[in-house]
Each structure stands twice: as C-alpha cells, then as structure tokens.
C-alpha cells in the first residue's frame, strides 16, 4: 500500500506566539489584526485555551472578545511565522523514507504533505514515520505537530483532524465509511459551506449518502465535472499524488479594513491606488508583469463584490496599473456605490513563469 502523511502544526500561529511569550502558556491567546479587539480585524489563529470559548479563525476580533474577554490579543507578525515555516519545511525536506528522501507538498505556513520518493525500499510503519516526523519537527522547532496516515492525500488530510493536537490517526479505503459516513459533507476536504448546501438541496447532508449518491444526478445538478468529483471525495478516491514542486503564484494581493466606513469616492480612489502600489512592489519581487487586475469591495454592513479586467499588455507600469485599479470603481452599479465601503482589496495576475 502506497502511504501519504499529512503533517499539519497544531495551533500554528499562536503556538509560535506562546514559544516567543512563554507567560502566556497557560492562557486563552488570540491573533488577529493589529490586537485590537475594539478594531475591525478577524481571527487569524486562536490557541486551543481560546477555542474552548468558542472562538475560531475567520471570526470578527469583537466577537471573540465577547466570548473570551480575558483573552490575550495579539497582532498578526507575518515574519516570525515564515521564518518558523521555513524550518519546518526544511526539517520535513531532510527526512528519508524507505532509505531514499521523502517528497514534499507545501500546503501553507504550517501543513505538507509528506510521502515516500520514488524508487524507495522497504517502508518502516508509517505510525512510526509519523512519530519520526513529530520528533524530528518538535526538536526543530520546539513546536507540535499532528499527522494524518493515508493511503492517499485525500484520506491523509483528513485523518489529520482525528489526531490533533500531538497525534494521529489513519484513514484508509478499509475505515474510510466507518469513520466519516456520518459526518457532515463539509468535513470532507474540498467542500465548503455553498457546497454543501448544494449537496443538502439534493437530500445529501452525510459523507455516507454522498458516497451513494448517483453520478449522472450529481452532474446533471453541479456540472460533468463537478459533480462526480465531490462523489469522489465522499468515497475518498478524488485524491491527487504529492507534487513536490514549488507552489508558483498566479498573482498577489492586498487589503485594507476601514475602522471606520468610508463614503468619500475620492478617497477610496486613492487607497485604490496606494494598494496597487503595494501588490505592485510584491509582483516586482517576483520578477513577472502583471496581465490582469482585480478589485474587491466589501460594503457596509458585510456585501462584498468584485470586478477586474484583462490589460491590453502585461505591465508592471505603476501608473497604468492604479488607473486600471480606479477605472474598475465605475463597474460598480448605482446602488453599490451609495454604500459606505469597510472593506478594499486589489490583486494582479501575474504572466506565468517564462512569460
């Protein structure tokens, strides 16, 4: 049986925070935004003490401090954590498998995919792989980790979350219905909130009733593709081998949150343009020019919309890009623009490497 580990930090961003304040071990830690929870930000990480309250990531900072008010909060520092990923990954790069070096997916700042190479011998137990790589990255690091043991990525990353924190667990096409058949259909990697409520107006709400669900009805409902695709990943086979290559960006992007709604067209038209120049800066960085622009409003209270456009020529020409950013403003329909805006983000695609 051919073996995929799937290697995910546990509380990642806050456990990094926690190493760098050690007075804060014991503590509910929240990150997120500048660490104000009177500001709009949202939840980066919280640390499992601040996930006993109810708070998660993706959460409005006021709200996890509602439900936590003796939560530490702290500012998201981007740096610290890429360079404790960086270790990680490299910690991952240097292990072997079957006496030949194992390959390696990046997946984020604080999960891979781990696996055999090609060509290797004979494979030690992967529960003691598993336990090689959690020593390995915890000497490291000095931070935790989980592994999820699969005979395929899907079933890996999945198997991940029955594990945390500091364990694991295996999931294989012989469990695979016992354990997850009456779970949820967004437990499944690859299926969000909208998919599943899809799923649901077809009568499918459990992992199990995907997995018998008919492919052709499927199709008909969610597309060809689609559709027998999300059956796939009920069944656990709708699985990609590890890439080890380097993930490529498409594009870069940023945002800003207003604390306070913006109405000012003028001065939304200039924020448009000082974030172009900063997505600008991360494109050069990356030595490629920009192809397409994109722009994202989010409107008071919580309506977000987007527009972009395909530029006539690739360019990395500062003054061509803020006017295409601004130009998108007068996409937005009537109504939209009455709106206060809270929310700005610009994105440019870049040229693919080798133009």
Request: contains cysteine; charged residues 20%; negative net charge.
């Amino acid at each position: 049986m051919g073996w995929v580990l799937h290697v995910d930090m546990d509380q990642f961003i806050a456990a990094v925070e926690i190493q760098r304040h050690p007075e804060l071990a014991d503590l509910p830690v929240v990150v997120g935004g500048r660490g104000d929870p009177t500001e709009r930000g949202v939840v980066s990480t919280a640390s499992y003490a601040a996930r006993e309250f109810g708070v998660g990531s993706g959460m409005p900072l006021r709200i996890a401090k509602r439900k936590c008010p003796d939560a530490v909060f702290l500012p998201v520092d981007a740096p610290a954590y890429e360079a404790v990923s960086v270790t990680v990954m490299e910690t991952l790069r240097s292990l072997s498998w079957g006496g030949v070096p194992v390959l390696v997916q990046v997946l984020g700042w604080d999960e891979a995919f781990v696996g055999p190479g090609p060509e290797h011998g004979d494979l030690e137990d992967p529960e003691d792989m598993a336990a090689h790589v959690m020593a390995s990255v915890l000497a490291a690091t000095g931070l935790h980790c989980s592994v999820g043991i699969g005979d395929n990525t899907l079933r890996a990353k999945n198997a991940t979350d029955f594990g945390k924190p500091r364990g694991t667990y295996t999931l294989t096409a012989a469990n695979w219905l016992e354990v997850m058949g009456d779970r949820p259909t967004n437990a499944l990697w690859g299926i969000g909130a909208k998919t599943a409520a899809k799923l649901a107006a077809l009568g499918l709400d459990t992992v199990a009733q995907l997995a018998a669900s008919d492919p052709r009805v499927l199709a008909d409902a969610l597309g060809p593709t689609m559709g027998p695709y999300y059956r796939g990943l009920a069944v656990g086979t709708s699985a990609r081998p590890i890439d080890p290559l380097p993930y490529v960006p498409r594009g870069h992007g940023r945002e800003t949150t207003f604390q306070t709604d913006v109405d000012d067209w003028s001065t939304i038209a200039d924020e448009v343009r000082t974030l172009t120049a900063r997505v600008l800066a991360d494109i050069d960085a990356e030595g490629r020019p920009a192809v397409r622009v994109g722009l994202k409003i989010r409107f008071a209270p919580f309506i977000t919309v987007t527009r972009s456009l395909t530029l006539p020529n690739p360019t990395n020409d500062r003054e061509a890009l803020s006017d295409a950013a601004v130009s998108l403003l007068d996409r937005l329909e009537p109504h939209q623009r009455a709106r206060p805006v809270r929310l700005l983000g610009v994105r440019l695609e870049m040229t693919p490497p080798g133009g």
